[in-house]
Structure formats: structure tokens, C-alpha cells
């Protein structure tokens, strides 16, 4: 079968690869189309250590194509989103609703794939760009039939994240004050996040003036292309300041532009060994930061919830699929993806 794999060199899209057969508690997924998303870059360039060879992708949307023993909340033929969670369900994070926090979850990568007979690894539990993948059962979240399966992968990472860091990690409340600095795929939901939780006032950052439009589509009520005017907008800071971009001179100013008791979050992704810096005085007015994960999502009950706001009109997700492409096209996604052409490229099998 078809899949992107990356060896450590290069990245290829092969057409010999094999995926093994569910076991008990497990999910093969025939995958329809999947996002590809910033992180699967990382991987690609450094920024993410990972070890090779690696099937990519891990936002992703498909069919149940067979079940492993004990798997009853999906069947064969139904519709899933895929989220990149194989959290266990029995620790005390997953106890205490914080799945994201599982230590089983995080920094094991299996390798159900194998190529001319020797074992490939799974990135990110998911491993959506392949035709077929190999979830755990916690990770298949059924979704209605009539979702757009291009429109379906990004649930399970781009508006998990992004609105999730809105709704259950800054707990953004009615009537307040939010800048999200870049608009990229995270950023563009966590201002529909913002939208969706009541904020009054969403201050969009962007370099590039071409992503007001969308932005504003998104829930932006004002637009800027440098931080340096958003205390003309907000004299004394804002409730909450999201980093979408990853660079560490933008998390020094998501920090600088808080209001007392204010939040800064940390969605982006710098390498590795990144450090940033802040004046200590300036965070004793009760103000934050937060790093989140995932949104700090419950996937099995987020996805299905962000489904249904889809479905209703009020969450946003056809327009964040700003090209299709067929998964031998990768190198022309990652290309436009690279140079921020679209918000959010999506492979199709």
C-alpha cells in the first residue's frame, strides 16, 4: 500500500508498504484523507526527534475497515476521527479526565508498519499518511457520515489543539480579551475558539496582510501585523495571549502584553532546546503561563462535540481546507505548506 515515509534523508512516497492485522483492543482504519500539519515538518526538519523510518502524518480521517477483539464503540463501515491520544484509560491522569497527561501515552512509538519486511516506525500513534493505519481503540472517535472526510482530519489536531487550548486549557470566559499571535492552522481555530467561548475582543497578529480576510472569518474582531499595536487596542494587556508560531521572541511578547491575572499559551513549536526569557517582576500580578498539549483534549468527547458544532454551522472546518491533494502530489503540499501558501494542505488516498 501507499504511504509518506521519512528515513532520516529524505522524504518518499512508497507503494510497498504493509500494516499488520488488529489485535485485541486495536483498529485498522482505511484513511481517506489526513491534514498535514506543522508537526509532521518538524519531524522532517529536526525541530521533533523522531526515530526513522517513520510512516508520517497524524491528523486524519477514514473508515473502520476491521476491529481487534474487545473493540465495541466502533464497527467495520463506520466514519472515524483519528486523534493522536493512545492514552491507556486506567492510569490516574486518565482517571482524572486528563488523558493528555498519560505517561503510556507519550514517547513509545510502536511500529505496526513494516516495508520489504523489516518494521517502520508510527508517528504520533496515527500515522495518517498511509492508506491504511493502526490505531488503538481510544484513538477511533466515530463521527457522522455526511462530514466531509477532508474537512474530519483536521479534528483530531488542528481544532483539538487550538480550540481546545481555548475552551479547556485557558478556560477563555465571556466578555474577555484575547490576542493569538500567527494564523496559521492552530492559530485560525484558536480564534474560532474565542469566538465560541464569547470573547469580546480577538486580536489576530499576523506578519503576512493576506490572512486578515480568513482570520476575521474566523473570529477575529481586529487584525494587526506586528504585536507592537496591540496595546494601541488593548491599553492594559490582554485576558489571554496565544503563541501560535514557535519562536521565542514572540512568547517574550505574548508575555509582555498580559492584563493583570492574564494567561499566556504556548501552542507553537520551537526546537528542541529553545529557551526563552522574561522579566519575573512582570509575571507577580497573578499572571501565567501555560504550556498545553493537545488542546488538553478528552478526544473521545471533544471530536464528537466539535463534530456536532460543524454540523450546526457554528465551528468552522471546510474553510481551513485550503487545498487537496493526491498523496503522490506530497512534495508539491509540503512545498506550499512551507512557503504558508495554505492554512492547511490535505492529502487524499
Not at 484509560?89 to 503510556?104: I, V, Y
Not at 472546518?317 to 490535505?346: I, M, N, Q, S, W
Amino acid at each position: 500500500m501507499r504511504g509518506v515515509v521519512f528515513d532520516g534523508a529524505r522524504v518518499r512516497v512508497v507503494d510497498d508498504l504493509a500494516v499488520r492485522e488488529p489485535g485485541p483492543g486495536e483498529v485498522l482504519v482505511a484513511v481517506a484523507a489526513a491534514g498535514l500539519c506543522h508537526s509532521d515538518l518538524s519531524v522532517v526538519d529536526g525541530t521533533i526527534p523522531f526515530p526513522v523510518p517513520v510512516v508520517l502524518g497524524h491528523e486524519g480521517a477514514g473508515v473502520v475497515e476491521a476491529v481487534g477483539a474487545g473493540v465495541r464503540h466502533v464497527a467495520p463501515g463506520d466514519h472515524v476521527a483519528l486523534s493522536t491520544l493512545a492514552n491507556c484509560g486506567t492510569c490516574a491522569d486518565c482517571d482524572r479526565g486528563r488523558p493528555t497527561m498519560c505517561r503510556r501515552a507519550i514517547g513509545r512509538p510502536g511500529r505496526p508498519f513494516t516495508r520489504g519486511g523489516e518494521p517502520v516506525y508510527q508517528f504520533a500513534a496515527n500515522s495518517a499518511f498511509a492508506e491504511r493505519t493502526l490505531v488503538t481503540a481510544v484513538q477511533a472517535v466515530r463521527i457522522p457520515r455526511d462530514i466531509p472526510p477532508a474537512s474530519a482530519a483536521l479534528i483530531g489536531c488542528g481544532v483539538l489543539t487550538g480550540v481546545g487550548a481555548v475552551l479547556n486549557r485557558a478556560r477563555v470566559d465571556r466578555g474577555d480579551s484575547v490576542v493569538v499571535i500567527g494564523t496559521g492552522g492552530i492559530g485560525l481555530n484558536v480564534l474560532q475558539g474565542a469566538r465560541l467561548a464569547g470573547a469580546l475582543r480577538i486580536v489576530a497578529v499576523d506578519a503576512d496582510p493576506a490572512k486578515e480576510a480568513v482570520a476575521r472569518r474566523f473570529g477575529a474582531t481586529d487584525f494587526l501585523s506586528s504585536v507592537d499595536g496591540v496595546r494601541d487596542l488593548l491599553p492594559t494587556g490582554a485576558d489571554h495571549a496565544f503563541e501560535c508560531v514557535g519562536r521565542v521572541e514572540l512568547i517574550r511578547a505574548a508575555i509582555d502584553l498580559l492584563d493583570r491575572r492574564g494567561q499566556a499559551v504556548l501552542l507553537g513549536v520551537p526546537p528542541a532546546t529553545a529557551e526563552a526569557s522574561f522579566r519575573v517582576s512582570s509575571l507577580y500580578l497573578d499572571k501565567s503561563v501555560l504550556g498545553c498539549r493537545y488542546g488538553s483534549a478528552r478526544p473521545q468527547r471533544d471530536i464528537a462535540l466539535y463534530a456536532e458544532l460543524y454540523r450546526d454551522g457554528r465551528l468552522l472546518l471546510d474553510e481551513l481546507v485550503t487545498a487537496t491533494y493526491p498523496v503522490e502530489d506530497f512534495d508539491k503540499a509540503r512545498a506550499d505548506a512551507e512557503a504558508g501558501r495554505v492554512a492547511r494542505a490535505v492529502l487524499t488516498f
